[in-house]
């Protein structure tokens, strides 16, 4: 799911683009000031006023829940 749908925005690598401000997920620094909590409301709703669509009624909460496990893992590496 992430490399469908969130590698345009986040990379390949869930670095983030500086040039669009998306945060690097593989930073335990980024992931530590996230609790799992709001990563799940920041899929599910998107960030106004930022490029953060919402992906609620596109993905399930299985899917969003994923996600936030996915992105947890790549501060892990």
């Known amino acids: 799911m992430f490399k469908t749908h ?11 683009k500086s040039a669009i ?4 997920f593989t930073s335990p620094k980024t992931l530590s000031g996230l609790s799992d909590a709001d ?7 998107g960030r106004k006023e930022t490029i953060m ?3 609620k009624g596109t993905l399930s909460d299985e899917e969003i829940t ?3 496990a996915y992105l ?3 501060g892990r590496k």
Do not use: E, F, M
Not at 6 to 16: A, I, L
């Open 66 to 68: 994923a996600l936030v």
């Open 53 to 55: 669509p919402a992906w």
């Open 6 to 16: 969130c590698t345009g925005c986040h990379g390949s690598d869930g670095k983030g």
């Open 39 to 45: 990563v799940l409301d920041t899929i599910t709703n």
């Open 21 to 24: 401000g998306t945060p690097d």
């Open 72 to 74: 947890r893992s790549l």
